[in-house]
């Protein structure tokens, strides 16, 4: 679990980009990435996913964390533009890997976990575009 860490950081991690999808696509996904919140749907979830040149590892690793990610109680879910930052990449057995879309925008999550500490917190997930679709993007060997 320990070394699954740096990675799930580089699934969920951003990089800025100009770009702007078309308003309907834009309210299209933010409506889907609600509805898998909300409906606990990891299967839907997954779908929003750009899988192009992703390894059995990293989608092993998707496919883990999206339950634990959905199980968060929601304040809130937007699609913003993506932040400004650095391009985060990772190496893990000698390959290195970075996102597999520029990213573009991001979904930021706002949440609270039931506890008695009443944690709070934000989920940030990158989100870029492929053929006029918008799709969260993950890790993938670098080309």
Same mark, same amino acid.
């Given at each position: 679990?320990?070394? /699954?860490?740096?990675? /799930?950081?580089?699934?969920?991690?951003?990089?800025?980009?100009?770009?702007?999808? &078309? =308003? &309907?696509?834009? &309210?299209?996904?933010? *409506?889907?990435?609600?509805?898998?919140?909300? $409906?606990?749907?990891?299967?839907?979830?997954?779908?929003?996913?750009?899988?192009?040149?992703?390894?059995?590892?990293?989608?092993?690793?998707?496919?883990?964390?999206? =339950?634990?990610?959905? &199980?968060?109680?929601? *304040?809130?879910?937007?699609?913003?533009? #993506?932040? =400004?930052?650095?391009? %985060?990449?990772?190496?893990?057995?000698?390959?290195?890997?970075?996102?597999?879309? @520029?990213?573009? $925008?991001? /979904?930021?999550?706002?949440?609270?976990?039931?506890?008695?500490? !009443?944690?709070?917190? !934000? %989920?940030? %997930?990158?989100?870029?575009?492929?053929?006029? !679709?918008?799709? %969260?993007?993950? #890790? #993938? =060997?670098? @080309?």
């Amino acid at each position: 679990m320990k070394n /699954i860490l740096p990675i /799930i950081g580089a699934i969920f991690s951003i990089t800025l980009r100009a770009f702007s999808a &078309a =308003p &309907a696509e834009e &309210a299209r996904f933010l *409506g889907a990435v609600k509805s898998a919140f909300e $409906k606990k749907d990891t299967k839907a979830f997954l779908g929003l996913y750009c899988w192009d040149g992703v390894t059995d590892f990293i989608k092993s690793v998707a496919e883990e964390t999206t =339950p634990e990610t959905l &199980a968060f109680k929601v *304040g809130s879910i937007t699609l913003v533009n #993506a932040a =400004p930052g650095t391009t %985060i990449e990772f190496v893990r057995e000698g390959v290195t890997y970075r996102n597999n879309l @520029k990213v573009t $925008k991001q /979904i930021e999550v706002t949440y609270s976990r039931e506890s008695k500490l !009443k944690v709070t917190g !934000k %989920i940030i %997930i990158p989100v870029g575009e492929k053929d006029g !679709k918008l799709f %969260i993007t993950t #890790a #993938a =060997p670098a @080309k």
